[in-house]
Protein backbone atom coordinates (compact mmCIF):
# COMPACT_ATOMS: atom_id res chain seq x y z
CA UNK A 1 0.00 0.00 0.00
CA UNK A 2 1.93 3.33 -1.09
CA UNK A 3 -0.42 5.50 0.74
CA UNK A 4 2.46 6.48 3.20
CA UNK A 5 5.50 6.78 0.80
CA UNK A 6 7.85 4.57 2.68
CA UNK A 7 7.03 6.44 6.13
CA UNK A 8 4.90 4.45 9.02
CA UNK A 9 1.86 5.96 10.38
CA UNK A 10 3.29 5.19 13.57
CA UNK A 11 5.85 7.30 12.89
CA UNK A 12 3.85 9.91 11.42
CA UNK A 13 1.43 10.29 14.51
CA UNK A 14 4.46 10.65 16.89
CA UNK A 15 5.47 13.85 14.65
CA UNK A 16 2.08 15.25 14.72
CA UNK A 17 1.42 14.80 18.26
CA UNK A 18 4.55 16.08 19.16
CA UNK A 19 4.28 19.10 16.76
CA UNK A 20 0.76 20.09 18.03
CA UNK A 21 2.05 19.88 21.74
CA UNK A 22 4.56 22.54 21.49
CA UNK A 23 2.99 24.66 18.94
CA UNK A 24 2.77 28.27 20.14
CA UNK A 25 -0.21 29.01 18.19
CA UNK A 26 -3.12 26.82 16.55
CA UNK A 27 -1.82 25.19 13.34
CA UNK A 28 -4.16 25.37 10.36
CA UNK A 29 -4.08 21.76 8.05
CA UNK A 30 -2.05 23.82 5.29
CA UNK A 31 0.63 24.56 8.27
CA UNK A 32 0.93 21.25 9.14
CA UNK A 33 1.06 20.15 5.84
CA UNK A 34 4.23 22.52 5.29
CA UNK A 35 5.62 21.32 8.27
CA UNK A 36 5.36 17.25 8.52
CA UNK A 37 6.66 16.03 4.66
CA UNK A 38 4.18 13.01 5.62
CA UNK A 39 1.12 15.37 5.32
CA UNK A 40 2.99 16.66 1.59
CA UNK A 41 3.25 15.39 -1.75
CA UNK A 42 1.01 16.53 -4.64
CA UNK A 43 -2.24 14.77 -3.71
CA UNK A 44 -3.79 17.15 -1.63
CA UNK A 45 -7.07 15.09 -1.19
CA UNK A 46 -5.54 12.00 -0.32
CA UNK A 47 -3.38 13.92 2.58
CA UNK A 48 -6.16 15.35 3.79
CA UNK A 49 -7.81 12.19 4.24
CA UNK A 50 -4.66 10.55 5.75
CA UNK A 51 -5.03 13.56 8.18
CA UNK A 52 -8.57 12.92 8.78
CA UNK A 53 -7.93 9.30 9.88
CA UNK A 54 -4.91 10.31 12.31
CA UNK A 55 -7.54 12.69 13.78
CA UNK A 56 -9.97 9.85 14.40
CA UNK A 57 -6.87 7.87 16.16
CA UNK A 58 -5.69 10.19 18.29
CA UNK A 59 -9.33 10.66 19.41
CA UNK A 60 -9.64 7.38 20.24
CA UNK A 61 -7.15 7.35 22.40
CA UNK A 62 -7.87 10.12 24.34
CA UNK A 63 -5.59 13.24 22.70
CA UNK A 64 -7.31 15.87 23.65
CA UNK A 65 -6.75 17.40 20.05
CA UNK A 66 -8.48 20.79 20.15
CA UNK A 67 -9.42 23.68 17.44
CA UNK A 68 -9.04 27.14 18.07
CA UNK A 69 -8.68 30.46 16.45
CA UNK A 70 -5.19 31.03 14.72
CA UNK A 71 -5.65 34.64 15.62
CA UNK A 72 -7.57 37.23 17.54
CA UNK A 73 -10.06 38.13 14.65
CA UNK A 74 -11.50 34.35 14.30
CA UNK A 75 -11.01 34.00 10.99
CA UNK A 76 -8.96 31.14 10.60
CA UNK A 77 -9.46 27.79 12.76
CA UNK A 78 -6.39 25.66 13.44
CA UNK A 79 -5.17 22.54 15.31
CA UNK A 80 -3.53 22.29 19.10
CA UNK A 81 -3.16 19.82 21.94
CA UNK A 82 -3.38 21.70 25.21
CA UNK A 83 -0.44 20.98 27.03
CA UNK A 84 -2.64 20.92 30.33
CA UNK A 85 -5.32 18.49 29.18
CA UNK A 86 -2.74 16.45 27.72
CA UNK A 87 -0.22 15.44 30.39
CA UNK A 88 -1.15 13.35 33.28
CA UNK A 89 -0.44 15.41 36.23
CA UNK A 90 2.71 14.73 38.28
CA UNK A 91 1.83 11.67 41.28
CA UNK A 92 4.75 10.58 43.04
CA UNK A 93 3.62 6.76 43.73
CA UNK A 94 6.32 5.06 46.06
CA UNK A 95 6.91 1.45 44.76
CA UNK A 96 4.28 -0.09 47.10
CA UNK A 97 2.25 1.98 45.98
CA UNK A 98 2.28 1.11 42.26
CA UNK A 99 2.73 -2.29 42.70
CA UNK A 100 -0.44 -2.54 44.75
CA UNK A 101 -2.34 -0.42 41.97
CA UNK A 102 -0.55 -2.64 39.58
CA UNK A 103 -1.90 -6.03 41.44
CA UNK A 104 -5.20 -4.52 41.83
CA UNK A 105 -5.35 -3.85 37.93
CA UNK A 106 -4.53 -7.42 36.74
CA UNK A 107 -6.95 -9.12 35.64
CA UNK A 108 -8.13 -13.17 34.40
CA UNK A 109 -9.29 -11.59 30.80
CA UNK A 110 -6.02 -10.38 28.90
CA UNK A 111 -6.20 -6.80 28.81
CA UNK A 112 -8.85 -4.59 30.81
CA UNK A 113 -9.24 -0.50 30.60
CA UNK A 114 -8.03 -0.87 34.31
CA UNK A 115 -4.96 -2.12 33.41
CA UNK A 116 -4.19 0.26 30.59
CA UNK A 117 -4.52 3.00 33.08
CA UNK A 118 -2.86 1.76 35.88
CA UNK A 119 0.29 1.57 32.81
CA UNK A 120 0.03 4.88 32.45
CA UNK A 121 0.64 5.30 36.04
CA UNK A 122 4.00 3.75 36.56
CA UNK A 123 6.58 6.43 35.07
CA UNK A 124 5.69 8.15 38.16
CA UNK A 125 6.92 5.63 40.36
CA UNK A 126 10.48 6.23 42.10
CA UNK A 127 13.18 3.44 41.86
CA UNK A 128 12.73 -0.10 41.24
CA UNK A 129 9.18 -0.96 40.23
CA UNK A 130 7.34 -4.12 40.06
CA UNK A 131 10.00 -6.10 41.49
CA UNK A 132 8.04 -10.09 42.23
CA UNK A 133 4.62 -9.02 40.89
CA UNK A 134 4.85 -12.02 39.15
CA UNK A 135 1.61 -14.04 41.64
CA UNK A 136 -1.32 -13.60 38.75
CA UNK A 137 -4.69 -11.81 39.63
CA UNK A 138 -5.53 -11.33 43.22
CA UNK A 139 -9.44 -11.36 42.41
CA UNK A 140 -11.77 -12.68 39.71
CA UNK A 141 -13.60 -10.12 38.34
CA UNK A 142 -17.23 -9.16 40.06
CA UNK A 143 -19.97 -10.78 39.55
CA UNK A 144 -21.01 -8.39 36.78
CA UNK A 145 -19.23 -7.22 33.65
CA UNK A 146 -16.89 -4.21 34.45
CA UNK A 147 -18.68 -2.41 32.57
CA UNK A 148 -21.60 -1.85 34.13
CA UNK A 149 -19.78 -0.86 36.97
CA UNK A 150 -18.24 1.56 35.12
CA UNK A 151 -21.97 3.12 33.54
CA UNK A 152 -23.17 2.89 37.44
CA UNK A 153 -20.23 4.65 38.67
CA UNK A 154 -20.41 7.07 35.67
CA UNK A 155 -24.07 7.61 37.12
CA UNK A 156 -23.45 8.23 40.56
CA UNK A 157 -20.84 10.68 40.29
CA UNK A 158 -22.58 12.65 37.46
CA UNK A 159 -25.87 12.84 39.59
CA UNK A 160 -27.50 11.36 36.90
CA UNK A 161 -31.28 9.62 36.76
CA UNK A 162 -31.17 6.11 35.01
CA UNK A 163 -33.66 3.41 34.16
CA UNK A 164 -33.21 -0.28 34.07
CA UNK A 165 -34.76 -3.69 34.52
CA UNK A 166 -34.35 -5.08 37.85
CA UNK A 167 -34.87 -8.72 39.23
CA UNK A 168 -35.03 -8.52 43.43
CA UNK A 169 -33.72 -11.32 45.36
CA UNK A 170 -37.23 -12.63 45.64
CA UNK A 171 -37.35 -12.88 41.80
CA UNK A 172 -39.80 -9.73 40.81
CA UNK A 173 -39.34 -7.89 38.07
CA UNK A 174 -39.72 -4.35 37.12
CA UNK A 175 -38.56 -1.01 35.62
CA UNK A 176 -36.53 1.02 38.06
CA UNK A 177 -36.36 4.50 37.80
CA UNK A 178 -33.77 5.98 40.35
CA UNK A 179 -31.49 9.13 41.00
CA UNK A 180 -28.05 7.25 41.27
CA UNK A 181 -25.63 8.89 44.47
CA UNK A 182 -23.38 5.90 44.94
CA UNK A 183 -21.72 2.49 44.07
CA UNK A 184 -20.80 -0.17 46.88
CA UNK A 185 -19.12 -3.23 46.77
CA UNK A 186 -19.59 -5.73 49.65
CA UNK A 187 -18.96 -8.85 50.24
CA UNK A 188 -18.10 -9.36 46.75
CA UNK A 189 -21.26 -8.18 44.56
CA UNK A 190 -21.22 -3.87 43.28
CA UNK A 191 -24.91 -2.24 44.26
CA UNK A 192 -25.82 1.15 42.92
CA UNK A 193 -26.98 3.13 45.71
CA UNK A 194 -30.18 5.62 44.90
CA UNK A 195 -33.27 7.09 45.21
CA UNK A 196 -36.22 4.98 43.85
CA UNK A 197 -38.10 7.66 41.99
CA UNK A 198 -41.64 5.24 42.57
CA UNK A 199 -41.10 4.22 45.63
CA UNK A 200 -39.53 7.70 47.22
CA UNK A 201 -37.10 6.14 49.16
CA UNK A 202 -33.58 4.96 49.49
CA UNK A 203 -32.60 1.78 47.92
CA UNK A 204 -29.72 -0.25 46.99
CA UNK A 205 -29.71 -2.40 43.79
CA UNK A 206 -26.98 -5.49 43.06
CA UNK A 207 -25.63 -4.69 39.65
CA UNK A 208 -25.80 -8.72 39.43
CA UNK A 209 -29.94 -8.76 39.18
CA UNK A 210 -30.37 -6.09 36.44
CA UNK A 211 -32.07 -7.56 33.36
CA UNK A 212 -30.86 -4.75 30.92
CA UNK A 213 -28.11 -2.52 30.68
CA UNK A 214 -28.24 1.01 32.52
CA UNK A 215 -29.94 3.84 30.49
CA UNK A 216 -29.47 8.11 31.31
CA UNK A 217 -32.76 9.25 31.37
CA UNK A 218 -32.10 12.93 32.56
CA UNK A 219 -30.64 14.89 35.54
CA UNK A 220 -31.02 13.02 39.08
CA UNK A 221 -31.24 14.58 42.36
CA UNK A 222 -28.26 15.28 44.97
CA UNK A 223 -28.40 12.72 48.20
CA UNK A 224 -29.29 14.58 51.60
CA UNK A 225 -25.77 16.04 53.26
CA UNK A 226 -23.83 13.42 55.15
CA UNK A 227 -25.28 10.84 53.02
CA UNK A 228 -23.33 7.64 53.16
CA UNK A 229 -23.98 5.00 50.17
CA UNK A 230 -22.51 1.94 52.20
CA UNK A 231 -25.56 2.52 54.90
CA UNK A 232 -28.17 1.40 52.33
CA UNK A 233 -26.35 -1.84 51.61
CA UNK A 234 -27.20 -4.73 53.99
CA UNK A 235 -25.16 -7.77 54.26
CA UNK A 236 -26.43 -10.72 52.69
CA UNK A 237 -28.79 -12.79 54.86
CA UNK A 238 -25.77 -15.11 56.14
CA UNK A 239 -24.05 -12.42 57.48
CA UNK A 240 -25.08 -11.67 60.79
CA UNK A 241 -23.85 -9.01 63.76
CA UNK A 242 -24.87 -8.20 66.72
CA UNK A 243 -24.37 -7.46 70.48
CA UNK A 244 -26.16 -10.36 71.36
CA UNK A 245 -24.84 -13.59 71.26
CA UNK A 246 -25.90 -16.83 71.19
CA UNK A 247 -24.12 -20.40 71.82
CA UNK A 248 -24.33 -23.18 70.45
CA UNK A 249 -22.43 -26.53 70.58
CA UNK A 250 -20.05 -28.30 67.49
CA UNK A 251 -19.18 -31.27 66.73
CA UNK A 252 -15.36 -31.28 66.32
CA UNK A 253 -15.49 -31.84 62.75
CA UNK A 254 -17.65 -28.83 61.73
CA UNK A 255 -16.37 -25.97 63.81
CA UNK A 256 -14.21 -24.56 60.73
CA UNK A 257 -17.24 -24.84 58.80
CA UNK A 258 -19.57 -22.66 61.37
CA UNK A 259 -16.79 -20.43 62.09
CA UNK A 260 -16.54 -19.69 58.00
CA UNK A 261 -20.18 -19.26 58.36
CA UNK A 262 -20.55 -16.96 60.75
CA UNK A 263 -17.79 -14.11 61.18
CA UNK A 264 -17.11 -13.08 64.44
CA UNK A 265 -17.38 -16.16 65.91
CA UNK A 266 -15.73 -16.62 69.35
CA UNK A 267 -14.79 -20.28 70.84
CA UNK A 268 -16.09 -20.52 74.48
CA UNK A 269 -14.95 -23.85 75.71
CA UNK A 270 -14.39 -27.54 74.47
CA UNK A 271 -16.83 -30.30 76.24
CA UNK A 272 -15.39 -33.23 77.61
CA UNK A 273 -17.25 -35.10 74.55
CA UNK A 274 -14.89 -33.17 72.46
CA UNK A 275 -17.69 -30.69 70.99
CA UNK A 276 -16.72 -26.93 71.38
CA UNK A 277 -19.09 -24.08 72.26
CA UNK A 278 -19.22 -21.16 70.13
CA UNK A 279 -20.72 -18.18 70.86
CA UNK A 280 -22.47 -16.87 67.45
CA UNK A 281 -23.63 -13.31 66.81
CA UNK A 282 -27.31 -13.44 67.13
CA UNK A 283 -29.48 -10.69 65.47
CA UNK A 284 -31.95 -12.41 63.98
CA UNK A 285 -32.84 -15.68 65.94
CA UNK A 286 -35.24 -16.61 63.04
CA UNK A 287 -32.63 -15.99 60.72
CA UNK A 288 -29.65 -18.06 63.29
CA UNK A 289 -32.05 -21.36 63.94
CA UNK A 290 -32.64 -21.18 60.10
CA UNK A 291 -28.84 -21.50 59.64
CA UNK A 292 -27.58 -23.77 62.64
CA UNK A 293 -30.52 -26.66 60.88
CA UNK A 294 -27.73 -26.62 57.62
CA UNK A 295 -25.07 -28.23 60.33
CA UNK A 296 -27.87 -31.42 60.74
CA UNK A 297 -27.33 -32.84 63.34
CA UNK A 298 -23.76 -31.14 64.15
CA UNK A 299 -24.65 -28.55 66.15
CA UNK A 300 -26.62 -28.18 68.98
CA UNK A 301 -28.80 -24.76 70.10
CA UNK A 302 -27.77 -24.10 73.60
CA UNK A 303 -28.45 -21.12 74.71
CA UNK A 304 -31.06 -18.45 74.38
CA UNK A 305 -33.94 -21.05 75.20
CA UNK A 306 -36.01 -18.96 72.50
CA UNK A 307 -33.53 -20.40 69.87
CA UNK A 308 -33.23 -23.57 71.33
CA UNK A 309 -37.31 -23.88 71.02
CA UNK A 310 -36.94 -22.20 67.31
CA UNK A 311 -34.83 -25.06 66.27
CA UNK A 312 -36.34 -27.93 67.93
CA UNK A 313 -39.56 -26.36 66.56
CA UNK A 314 -38.41 -26.59 62.65
CA UNK A 315 -37.16 -29.67 62.82
CA UNK A 316 -40.46 -31.07 64.17
CA UNK A 317 -41.96 -29.47 61.14
CA UNK A 318 -39.24 -30.89 58.37
CA UNK A 319 -40.78 -34.29 59.60
CA UNK A 320 -44.41 -33.59 59.42
CA UNK A 321 -43.76 -32.17 55.81
CA UNK B 1 -10.42 -4.77 4.60
CA UNK B 2 -6.65 -4.61 5.24
CA UNK B 3 -6.82 -0.83 5.63
CA UNK B 4 -8.81 -0.66 8.92
CA UNK B 5 -7.34 -3.55 10.21
CA UNK B 6 -3.78 -2.02 9.71
CA UNK B 7 -4.82 1.39 11.20
CA UNK B 8 -6.41 -0.12 14.43
CA UNK B 9 -3.21 -1.82 14.69
CA UNK B 10 -1.42 1.43 14.33
CA UNK B 11 -3.53 3.11 17.00
CA UNK B 12 -2.60 0.28 19.51
CA UNK B 13 0.90 0.71 19.25
CA UNK B 14 0.66 4.78 19.17
CA UNK B 15 -1.62 4.53 22.62
CA UNK B 16 1.38 2.11 23.97
CA UNK B 17 4.02 4.89 22.88
CA UNK B 18 2.99 7.24 24.37
CA UNK B 19 2.79 5.36 27.73
CA UNK B 20 6.10 3.65 27.29
CA UNK B 21 7.90 6.52 26.09
CA UNK B 22 7.49 8.74 29.34
CA UNK B 23 8.57 5.64 31.81
CA UNK B 24 11.36 4.74 29.79
CA UNK B 25 12.28 8.05 29.92
CA UNK B 26 12.07 8.70 33.84
CA UNK B 27 13.73 5.69 34.52
CA UNK B 28 16.67 5.53 32.01
CA UNK B 29 18.37 2.13 31.42
CA UNK B 30 15.50 0.08 32.12
CA UNK B 31 16.04 -2.44 30.10
CA UNK B 32 13.92 -3.99 26.94
CA UNK B 33 13.09 -7.07 28.37
CA UNK B 34 11.36 -5.51 32.24
CA UNK B 35 9.59 -2.84 29.82
CA UNK B 36 8.15 -5.49 27.22
CA UNK B 37 6.86 -7.41 30.82
CA UNK B 38 5.77 -4.41 32.55
CA UNK B 39 3.46 -3.01 29.44
CA UNK B 40 3.05 -6.30 28.32
CA UNK B 41 4.41 -6.08 24.83
CA UNK B 42 6.39 -8.70 23.00
CA UNK B 43 10.24 -7.58 22.85
CA UNK B 44 10.35 -7.76 19.15
CA UNK B 45 7.39 -5.05 18.56
CA UNK B 46 8.83 -3.11 20.99
CA UNK B 47 12.11 -2.81 19.86
CA UNK B 48 10.55 -2.15 16.17
CA UNK B 49 8.28 0.42 17.89
CA UNK B 50 11.23 2.25 19.59
CA UNK B 51 13.13 2.31 16.68
CA UNK B 52 10.39 4.23 14.53
CA UNK B 53 10.61 7.27 17.58
CA UNK B 54 14.10 7.33 16.98
CA UNK B 55 13.04 9.05 13.05
CA UNK B 56 10.23 11.08 14.97
CA UNK B 57 10.97 14.71 16.68
CA UNK B 58 9.99 18.00 15.80
CA UNK B 59 10.25 20.35 13.28
CA UNK B 60 12.34 21.40 11.75
CA UNK B 61 13.13 17.47 11.67
CA UNK B 62 17.14 18.25 11.15
CA UNK B 63 19.79 15.45 13.23
CA UNK B 64 19.78 17.25 16.20
CA UNK B 65 15.50 17.74 16.54
CA UNK B 66 15.03 13.82 16.37
CA UNK B 67 13.95 12.04 19.72
CA UNK B 68 17.81 9.28 20.43
CA UNK B 69 17.15 6.07 21.37
CA UNK B 70 20.70 3.93 22.55
CA UNK B 71 19.70 0.20 23.22
CA UNK B 72 23.33 -0.61 25.39
CA UNK B 73 24.88 -4.04 24.68
CA UNK B 74 23.21 -5.14 27.99
CA UNK B 75 19.87 -4.28 26.77
CA UNK B 76 19.17 -1.30 28.21
CA UNK B 77 17.26 1.76 27.18
CA UNK B 78 18.49 5.07 26.82
CA UNK B 79 15.96 8.18 25.52
CA UNK B 80 16.94 11.63 25.03
CA UNK B 81 15.68 14.43 23.20
CA UNK B 82 11.95 13.63 24.32
CA UNK B 83 11.17 16.01 27.04
CA UNK B 84 7.72 16.37 25.21
CA UNK B 85 6.99 13.01 25.90
CA UNK B 86 8.59 13.05 29.31
CA UNK B 87 4.96 12.44 30.67
CA UNK B 88 2.33 10.41 29.47
CA UNK B 89 -1.27 11.29 28.45
CA UNK B 90 -4.22 11.85 31.12
CA UNK B 91 -6.04 8.65 31.81
CA UNK B 92 -9.48 8.95 29.96
CA UNK B 93 -12.60 9.07 32.40
CA UNK B 94 -13.36 5.47 31.88
CA UNK B 95 -9.78 4.41 32.71
CA UNK B 96 -9.40 6.18 35.60
CA UNK B 97 -12.95 5.17 37.21
CA UNK B 98 -12.21 1.17 36.33
CA UNK B 99 -8.72 1.39 37.97
CA UNK B 100 -10.83 3.03 41.21
CA UNK B 101 -13.25 0.52 40.62
CA UNK B 102 -11.06 -1.94 40.77
CA UNK B 103 -8.90 -1.26 44.06
CA UNK B 104 -11.92 -0.76 45.83
CA UNK B 105 -13.16 -4.06 45.06
CA UNK B 106 -9.48 -5.21 46.25
CA UNK B 107 -10.01 -3.00 49.58
CA UNK B 108 -13.26 -4.12 50.44
CA UNK B 109 -11.51 -7.69 50.55
CA UNK B 110 -10.34 -8.99 53.85
CA UNK B 111 -6.87 -9.89 53.90
CA UNK B 112 -5.58 -8.73 50.78
CA UNK B 113 -1.99 -7.83 51.23
CA UNK B 114 -0.39 -3.97 51.21
CA UNK B 115 -3.82 -2.58 51.42
CA UNK B 116 -2.29 0.49 53.16
CA UNK B 117 -0.26 1.07 50.27
CA UNK B 118 -3.10 0.62 47.79
CA UNK B 119 -5.23 2.98 50.15
CA UNK B 120 -2.50 5.50 50.30
CA UNK B 121 -2.04 5.20 46.09
CA UNK B 122 -6.00 5.37 45.62
CA UNK B 123 -5.87 8.73 47.46
CA UNK B 124 -2.57 10.31 45.05
CA UNK B 125 -5.19 9.02 42.26
CA UNK B 126 -7.91 10.91 43.71
CA UNK B 127 -6.37 13.93 44.80
CA UNK B 128 -4.49 14.58 41.29
CA UNK B 129 -7.24 13.58 38.56
CA UNK B 130 -9.59 15.53 40.78
CA UNK B 131 -13.40 14.83 41.59
CA UNK B 132 -14.14 15.32 37.81
CA UNK B 133 -12.18 12.15 36.96
CA UNK B 134 -13.53 10.28 39.28
CA UNK B 135 -16.77 11.65 40.90
CA UNK B 136 -18.41 11.11 44.64
CA UNK B 137 -19.62 7.98 46.28
CA UNK B 138 -17.99 4.96 45.02
CA UNK B 139 -17.43 3.26 47.98
CA UNK B 140 -16.26 -0.27 49.65
CA UNK B 141 -16.75 -1.82 52.69
CA UNK B 142 -14.60 -4.98 54.16
CA UNK B 143 -17.31 -7.83 54.80
CA UNK B 144 -16.01 -10.22 56.94
CA UNK B 145 -12.55 -11.41 58.26
CA UNK B 146 -9.43 -12.83 56.28
CA UNK B 147 -9.29 -16.63 56.99
CA UNK B 148 -6.53 -17.53 60.16
CA UNK B 149 -3.99 -19.61 57.32
CA UNK B 150 -4.31 -17.16 54.37
CA UNK B 151 -0.91 -15.79 54.62
CA UNK B 152 0.63 -18.88 55.23
CA UNK B 153 -0.99 -20.55 51.72
CA UNK B 154 -0.38 -17.44 50.10
CA UNK B 155 3.50 -18.05 51.29
CA UNK B 156 3.70 -21.56 50.33
CA UNK B 157 2.02 -21.36 46.83
CA UNK B 158 4.25 -18.56 45.80
CA UNK B 159 7.22 -21.10 46.70
CA UNK B 160 5.42 -23.92 44.78
CA UNK B 161 5.91 -26.03 48.16
CA UNK B 162 4.13 -29.14 48.75
CA UNK B 163 1.54 -28.53 51.93
CA UNK B 164 -0.62 -30.89 54.59
CA UNK B 165 -3.89 -29.28 55.13
CA UNK B 166 -6.56 -30.13 57.52
CA UNK B 167 -9.54 -29.70 55.66
CA UNK B 168 -13.45 -29.87 56.21
CA UNK B 169 -15.36 -30.08 52.63
CA UNK B 170 -18.83 -28.59 52.90
CA UNK B 171 -20.87 -30.98 50.64
CA UNK B 172 -19.60 -33.97 52.87
CA UNK B 173 -19.13 -32.27 56.54
CA UNK B 174 -16.43 -34.31 56.32
CA UNK B 175 -12.82 -33.17 57.90
CA UNK B 176 -9.80 -34.72 56.55
CA UNK B 177 -5.99 -34.18 56.13
CA UNK B 178 -5.00 -33.91 52.58
CA UNK B 179 -1.16 -33.35 51.02
CA UNK B 180 -1.52 -30.97 48.03
CA UNK B 181 0.26 -28.59 45.76
CA UNK B 182 -1.05 -25.29 46.17
CA UNK B 183 -0.98 -23.05 42.80
CA UNK B 184 -3.06 -19.88 43.08
CA UNK B 185 -5.02 -18.29 45.97
CA UNK B 186 -7.46 -16.01 44.73
CA UNK B 187 -10.48 -14.22 46.00
CA UNK B 188 -13.92 -14.19 44.55
CA UNK B 189 -17.71 -13.33 45.51
CA UNK B 190 -16.21 -12.37 48.99
CA UNK B 191 -14.60 -15.95 49.72
CA UNK B 192 -10.78 -16.72 49.34
CA UNK B 193 -10.15 -19.75 47.27
CA UNK B 194 -6.88 -21.87 47.27
CA UNK B 195 -6.65 -24.04 43.46
CA UNK B 196 -4.43 -27.26 44.18
CA UNK B 197 -3.39 -30.31 43.20
CA UNK B 198 -4.49 -32.81 45.69
CA UNK B 199 -1.81 -35.59 45.57
CA UNK B 200 -3.82 -38.24 46.84
CA UNK B 201 -6.01 -37.83 44.54
CA UNK B 202 -4.16 -37.28 41.59
CA UNK B 203 -6.42 -34.48 40.49
CA UNK B 204 -7.15 -30.75 40.36
CA UNK B 205 -9.27 -29.46 43.66
CA UNK B 206 -10.82 -25.97 44.65
CA UNK B 207 -10.31 -25.37 48.45
CA UNK B 208 -12.29 -22.50 50.83
CA UNK B 209 -9.42 -20.92 52.40
CA UNK B 210 -11.64 -20.81 55.69
CA UNK B 211 -11.98 -24.21 55.93
CA UNK B 212 -8.38 -24.99 56.09
CA UNK B 213 -7.68 -25.50 59.85
CA UNK B 214 -4.16 -26.16 59.53
CA UNK B 215 -1.03 -25.60 57.39
CA UNK B 216 1.76 -27.95 57.41
CA UNK B 217 4.90 -27.30 54.92
CA UNK B 218 6.52 -30.03 53.80
CA UNK B 219 9.91 -30.10 52.21
CA UNK B 220 9.16 -30.74 48.37
CA UNK B 221 8.80 -28.61 45.61
CA UNK B 222 6.27 -29.27 42.79
CA UNK B 223 6.40 -27.78 39.30
CA UNK B 224 2.97 -25.87 38.80
CA UNK B 225 1.02 -27.39 35.96
CA UNK B 226 -0.89 -24.12 35.13
CA UNK B 227 -3.71 -24.86 37.30
CA UNK B 228 -5.89 -21.72 36.37
CA UNK B 229 -6.48 -19.41 38.95
CA UNK B 230 -8.83 -16.30 39.35
CA UNK B 231 -11.49 -15.90 36.87
CA UNK B 232 -12.26 -20.28 36.88
CA UNK B 233 -15.38 -21.77 37.14
CA UNK B 234 -16.07 -22.40 41.19
CA UNK B 235 -17.31 -25.29 40.43
CA UNK B 236 -16.98 -27.86 37.96
CA UNK B 237 -19.64 -30.27 36.93
CA UNK B 238 -18.50 -34.21 37.08
CA UNK B 239 -19.85 -36.93 35.25
CA UNK B 240 -21.56 -38.65 38.19
CA UNK B 241 -23.55 -35.15 39.48
CA UNK B 242 -27.07 -35.63 40.97
CA UNK B 243 -29.75 -33.34 39.00
CA UNK B 244 -31.62 -32.10 42.42
CA UNK B 245 -34.71 -30.47 41.32
CA UNK B 246 -36.07 -27.86 43.59
CA UNK B 247 -39.18 -25.65 43.90
CA UNK B 248 -38.39 -22.61 45.22
CA UNK B 249 -40.51 -19.97 46.88
CA UNK B 250 -39.70 -16.28 47.33
CA UNK B 251 -38.06 -16.24 50.18
CA UNK B 252 -35.53 -19.33 49.10
CA UNK B 253 -35.10 -17.24 45.82
CA UNK B 254 -31.54 -16.72 46.86
CA UNK B 255 -30.52 -20.09 46.28
CA UNK B 256 -30.69 -20.12 42.51
CA UNK B 257 -28.17 -17.53 42.98
CA UNK B 258 -26.14 -18.47 45.43
CA UNK B 259 -25.14 -21.77 44.15
CA UNK B 260 -24.55 -23.21 40.86
CA UNK B 261 -27.23 -24.65 38.87
CA UNK B 262 -27.84 -25.90 35.94
CA UNK B 263 -30.90 -24.48 35.20
CA UNK B 264 -33.73 -21.79 36.54
CA UNK B 265 -37.20 -21.50 35.14
CA UNK B 266 -39.44 -18.96 36.41
CA UNK B 267 -42.76 -19.92 36.90
CA UNK B 268 -46.14 -17.74 36.73
CA UNK B 269 -47.19 -17.65 40.91
CA UNK B 270 -43.67 -16.29 42.32
CA UNK B 271 -41.93 -19.49 42.54
CA UNK B 272 -38.70 -21.07 40.81
CA UNK B 273 -37.60 -24.48 39.57
CA UNK B 274 -33.71 -24.79 40.13
CA UNK B 275 -31.68 -27.68 39.19
CA UNK B 276 -28.46 -28.09 41.08
CA UNK B 277 -26.05 -30.51 40.09
CA UNK B 278 -24.63 -32.04 43.20
CA UNK B 279 -21.98 -35.05 43.71
CA UNK B 280 -24.01 -36.27 47.11
CA UNK B 281 -27.10 -34.86 48.07
CA UNK B 282 -26.00 -34.75 51.95
CA UNK B 283 -25.55 -31.18 51.71
CA UNK B 284 -28.66 -30.28 49.74
CA UNK B 285 -30.87 -32.16 52.29
CA UNK B 286 -29.53 -30.14 55.41
CA UNK B 287 -30.12 -27.10 52.99
CA UNK B 288 -33.98 -28.05 52.38
CA UNK B 289 -33.79 -28.21 56.58
CA UNK B 290 -32.69 -25.02 56.75
CA UNK B 291 -35.30 -23.35 54.20
CA UNK B 292 -37.81 -25.30 55.53
CA UNK B 293 -41.21 -24.42 53.91
CA UNK B 294 -39.92 -22.33 51.66
CA UNK B 295 -38.67 -24.78 49.30
CA UNK B 296 -39.68 -28.05 48.08
CA UNK B 297 -38.33 -31.03 46.48
CA UNK B 298 -39.26 -32.26 43.22
CA UNK B 299 -36.71 -34.79 42.21
CA UNK B 300 -35.54 -36.88 43.58
CA UNK B 301 -37.82 -38.03 46.03
CA UNK B 302 -35.28 -39.96 48.14
CA UNK B 303 -34.17 -36.77 49.47
CA UNK B 304 -37.22 -35.95 51.21
CA UNK B 305 -36.81 -39.44 53.54
CA UNK B 306 -33.23 -38.30 53.83
CA UNK B 307 -34.30 -34.78 55.01
CA UNK B 308 -36.16 -36.48 57.73
CA UNK B 309 -33.69 -38.72 59.01
CA UNK B 310 -31.34 -35.81 59.69
CA UNK B 311 -34.08 -34.05 61.27
CA UNK B 312 -34.23 -37.04 63.40
CA UNK B 313 -31.35 -37.11 64.33
CA UNK B 314 -30.94 -33.57 65.50
CA UNK B 315 -33.70 -33.94 67.53
CA UNK B 316 -32.44 -36.70 69.04
CA UNK B 317 -29.40 -34.22 70.20
CA UNK B 318 -32.29 -32.17 71.68
CA UNK B 319 -33.36 -35.25 73.85
CA UNK B 320 -36.61 -35.16 72.15
Sequence with gaps: MPVDEGMEPLERLLNLVGLLLETEHPMTFEEIRGTLPAYGGDNLDSAKRKFERDKDILREYGVPLEMAAT???????????????????EIAFTPEEVTALFVA????????????????????????????????????????????VVAAADAASARRRVRFGYRTSQGAVSDRVVDAYGVVFRGGHWYLVGRDEERNAVRAFRLSRYTTEIEDVGDGSAPAAGFRAIDHVEAGPWQLSAEDRALVATAPGTVVLVESTFPGVVRERTRDDGWV?????AADEQALAAMLLQFGADVEALEPATLRDEVIRRLRASMDA | MPERRRSATTAERLGRMLVIVPYLVQHPGTSLESASGIFDVPRDQLRRDLDLLFMSGLPPYGPGDLIDVDIDEDGGVWISMADHFARPLRLTRPEALAVYLRATELLATPGIPDAPALASALGKLRDALGPEALGDGIEGAIAGIAPPHLDALRAVAAEHRRIRIEYTAASTGERSVREIEPEAVFASAGH????????AADGERLFRADRVAAVEATSERFEPRGLEGAGRQLYTPGDHDLAVRLLLRPAARWVAEY????????????????????????????????????????????????????????????GR
Design chain 2, 259 to 318: YVTADVVARADGTVEATLPARQTGWVAKLLLRLGPDAEVLDPPELRAEIAEIAAAALERY
Design chain 2, 192 to 199: WYVVAWDV
Design chain 1, 277 to 281: VLAVP
Design chain 1, 105 to 148: AQSASEETVAARGVRKLLYGAEGGVLAGVESGPLVAGSDTRSAR
Design chain 1, 71 to 89: DVWDVEHGYTIPKDRYYLP
